[in-house]
C-alpha cells in the first residue's frame, strides 16, 4: 500500500465514524499529502456562528445553545461564537449617525431587553475577526507613509522577508533588512504624532535581519534593492 492509499484508508475510516478528518492524528508526511490530493472541509478549522434574535442576543440566553454546545462536542468540537445579525445590522445601519447614536442604541437595548442591568451590550463582530485569525494562525504587520496606513496578513511564524514577499514580490527577492518598532510601543511613546522619534529615544525601534520573525502588530519599514532580473 503507498502513502496516498494509506491516507486514504485513513480519511474513510475518520468519516465512517463520522469523525473530522482535522481531529484524527496525522504526521507531517500525511498532512501534505492530504493538502496535495484532497480539498476536505472538515480539515479547516471551525469556528460556529448560532444566529440570535436580537432579543435573545442582548440578553444572553437562548434555550437551543445548549443543544448546540452537545452537538458540537459530540462531533470534533470548536468555539461557539453566538451572534446577532439583527442586532449587527441596526447597529451598523447608525454608523452614518456617529458613535454618540450607537452607544444611545447598545444602552436601549440594555434597557428593553435587561433591564437595564448588567454589562453594556456589545458587537460580536471583533471578537469574531480576532477569534478567525487566531483559528487559522494569521496575524497582521503595519506599514504607513504620508497618504496611508495598511494591515498586511501573513501567517505566524513567517520571516520578514516573506513578509515584504506580500507586498511585492521584489520585496522579498531584494530583501536587505528591516527597521520596525510594536505599536503598542509606538503608541505609548510616541504620543500620537507621525514619528518613531520616541520610539528611537527609548531603544524601542530596532533593525532587523532576514531571520526575524514577525510580530503581531510589528509595524515595518522594508529596505530593499532589486538591480537584475529575477533568475528562472
Known sequence: MDALDAVHTKIMESLEESKPIGQAEWTAG????????????TTKPIIYLPNLSKRDYCRKKNKWLPKIKEWVDAHGGGTIIPVSVEFEQ????????????QAEFRETCKTDYCNGEGPPVKGTLPRIIKTGYKVLNMI?????????????TIYKGT?????AGVIHTDFERGFIKAETCAFEDFKALCGG???MAGCKD???YRQEGRNYVVQDGDMMLFQFNVTGAKKK
Open 30 to 41: 500525511e498532512v501534505e499529502t492530504i493538502k496535495d490530493h484532497y480539498q476536505l472541509i
Open 90 to 101: 441596526e447597529h451598523w445601519d447608525l454608523t452614518t449617525a456617529g458613535e454618540e447614536a
Open 140 to 152: 497582521n504587520y503595519f506599514t504607513a507613509g504620508d497618504t496611508e496606513v495598511r494591515a498586511w
Open 159 to 163: 520571516l520578514a522577508p516573506g513578509a
Open 193 to 195: 504624532r507621525p514619528s
Open 202 to 204: 527609548a531603544g524601542k
